[in-house]
Each structure stands twice: as structure tokens, then as C-alpha cells.
């Protein structure tokens, strides 16, 4: 990610990239991944291969000088990274930006008093609700995407309209249909998720 050009990660990994802007053309919107391989690739080429400029909120490393060596990998191609303290200014900045939102939506929340308890995997789990309440919040459409090994050093992603009017929604049904989602992908491929990031290192109260 360092050194490889634009041209070479394309050829590694694919998506229907354009479906957002085909969809809703000039409308933000919001798209839900995970921690499945290689969702790092996708970060940046999201912003160059549609219209709309693409923003990841990101929990920043508590090393600064490594902060700065991935914001800056990350931004490599124009994608724009947002400091999930930062998000209320930013969201404000960006309201009529024709942006789409990606949120790697299977990260651990911080907080377990603000965060929606989901059966995953038959045991219940801690998921963080800001890509649902920003979309619910601005009627955002949302959409899921899948990351699918085609081979070694060889993705695609599936990217799919989900909630075309998530303001008519009920309080976490948006969280809770990801987390379906999710584990269906987890099961067609469980190599490709990154099992080692203590998903259930909190207990439900």
C-alpha cells in the first residue's frame, strides 16, 4: 500500500464500484463492510473508481507517528480519513458533498453503553451504531459490501443496495441485518475474516 500504484490494485481487486452513483447521483450515502481481506485495498480505491468522494472514519493508533504513516497510506489516491472524534464536524462539512460514508462496521465499540447487543455467532455482541444512526439520522441509503477471495492476492467486492430509506426504519434493524449479513459471508468464507481482533471482549451486561 506503500508503493503500489493504482493501476496494479486494480487489477488485484474489483467491485461494482459505480452502484451508488447509478443509484442515487449526487446523494450521500453510507456503506457497511468488515474486517475481511483485503478491506484496506478498498479504502483506497474507492474514491477513484466512482463519483462520489469516499470518507472512512477511523480510530486513530495511539502511536502518532504511526497515525500519520497510515492516514497518509490510506489517503494515498483521494480518499478522505475522518477521526471518529471528529466525526460531528465532519459530517456537518460533508451533508451535501456527494460522499459516501464506508464504515468497517464489525470494529469492537468503545463505548458498550452507546452500542447495540446483536446475536453473532450464538453469543451476544458489542457492534458499534454509527453507521446506523447516520444514516438514520439523514436518510442516508445504505448499503452492505462482501469482500470475496477470488484467489491468493485476488479480491472482488459485492456491493449491495440494502436500506433505500433507512429513516422509515425501526432502532437497530440496520445493525442487526448487517450482522446477518456478515456472518452469512463469514460462513461462505471463514478464512477471510479476521478472527483475532477480540470480537467478544466485551460481556453482554
Request: contains cysteine; aromatic residues 14%.
Amino acid at each position: 500500500m506503500l508503493s503500489a500504484s493504482q493501476k496494479t490494485l486494480n487489477k488485484r481487486m474489483s467491485a461494482n464500484w459505480q452502484l451508488a452513483d447509478e443509484i442515487f447521483p449526487g446523494q450521500n450515502a453510507v456503506i457497511m463492510v468488515s474486517h475481511q481481506f483485503n478491506w484496506e485495498w478498498a479504502t483506497l480505491l474507492a474514491t477513484p473508481n466512482m463519483d462520489k468522494q469516499f470518507l472512512g472514519p477511523y480510530l486513530p493508533i495511539t502511536n502518532a507517528v504511526f497515525d500519520r504513516i497510515f492516514s497518509k497510506i490510506r489517503s494515498r489516491f483521494g480518499t478522505i480519513v475522518v477521526p471518529v472524534n471528529d466525526m460531528p464536524k465532519s459530517i456537518k462539512v460533508y451533508k451535501n458533498q456527494n460522499v459516501l460514508w464506508g464504515f468497517v462496521a464489525d470494529q469492537t465499540p468503545a463505548d458498550t453503553k452507546r452500542c447495540a447487543w446483536v446475536d453473532f455467532f450464538n453469543r451476544k455482541t458489542a457492534f458499534a451504531k454509527g453507521a446506523e444512526l447516520l444514516a438514520r439520522r439523514y436518510n442516508y441509503p445504505v448499503f452492505f459490501g462482501e469482500f470475496i477471495k477470488e484467489k491468493r492476492g485476488q479480491y472482488s467486492i459485492n456491493i449491495k443496495l440494502t436500506f433505500e430509506n433507512p429513516n422509515q426504519t425501526r432502532d437497530g434493524e440496520i445493525t442487526t441485518a448487517y450482522v446477518r449479513f456478515l456472518e452469512n459471508s463469514i460462513k461462505r468464507q471463514p478464512e477471510n475474516w479476521v478472527w483475532s481482533h477480540r470480537r467478544w471482549k466485551h460481556s453482554y451486561p
